[in-house]
């Protein structure tokens, strides 16, 4: 079964304390690999998306990159205004249908 | 830039209620979805669409229903209310099953069903 796991569930950071989120996934047949942010109270927002292993992409203090197994989102320096939920997606096919999977997401919190 | 309208950002209802929750958006796209979130749990599924009139069952149709009369508007309709369906609901639209950035989320509407 297609499966989506993230962590840590909650993350607080001192600004500037740079560190890393994780996005394992199980999927047959990875055909992307989504990054959102979301805001409390508001819809999920696009940060990245990565096809094949090795792959990287980056935005502002923002880092994604992939492995066959797993994907980190690294962030570096970051400051209060990073504080969002992180929300992790594979792209399936399963059920003869295309869908997104998400994982629970981390909660980030970065204190001045 | 695509926009995804949910008509309503909270909504409080009783158990037993018939609820109807609305979504537009507004830049042509044939794939629309239905979510809830929750604590924990993530985002799951409920119903989808990939073209007017037509519907397809998520991982978790039981409890509701949608309609989609037009391409711009998708409708999700909790036939009678119950407490476990307080949630976090979001919709969301794609041009292509998925595309390059996924999908497009609305703001959200949180029920609470008393």
């Known amino acids: 079964e297609d499966q989506v796991t993230q962590s840590p569930e909650a993350l607080r950071l001192q600004e500037g304390e740079s560190s890393s989120l994780n996005c394992s996934y199980t999927?047959?047949?990875?055909?992307?690999l989504f990054w959102y942010r979301q805001d409390p109270g508001k819809g999920p927002e696009f940060l990245f998306t990565?096809?094949?292993a090795g792959e990287e992409k980056e935005k502002e203090r923002l880092k994604a990159t992939l492995t066959k197994k797993e994907s980190f989102l690294h962030i570096t320096a970051p400051k209060p205004e990073d504080s969002a939920t992180y929300l992790c997606?594979?792209?399936?096919?399963?059920?003869?249908?295309?869908?997104?999977?998400f994982g629970a997401g981390t909660r980030l919190a970065v204190h001045p | 830039d695509v926009k995804v309208t949910q008509s309503s950002r909270y909504l409080v209802k009783r158990t037993g209620e018939k609820v109807f929750l609305e979504c537009v958006q507004d830049?042509?796209?044939?794939?629309m979805f239905w979510y809830r979130q929750d604590p924990g749990l993530g985002l799951r599924l409920i119903y989808f669409?990939?073209?007017?009139?037509?519907?397809e069952k998520g991982d978790i149709p039981e409890g509701y229903s949608v309609s989609r009369e037009k391409k711009e508007r998708f409708s999700l309709i909790l036939e009678s209310a119950s407490t476990n369906q307080t949630s976090m609901y979001l919709c969301?639209?794609?041009?292509?099953?998925?595309?390059?950035?996924?999908?497009?989320f609305g703001s959200g509407t949180r029920l609470t069903v008393v």
């Open positions: 990565l096809y094949s």
């Open positions: 997606a594979v792209h399936s096919f399963s059920g003869g249908y295309n869908k997104l999977i």
């Open positions: 830049m042509d796209h044939e794939n």
């Open positions: 999927v047959s047949g990875l055909r992307g």
């Open positions: 969301a639209s794609s041009s292509t099953p998925v595309t390059n950035y996924g999908y497009t």
């Open positions: 669409s990939y073209d007017v009139k037509m519907k």
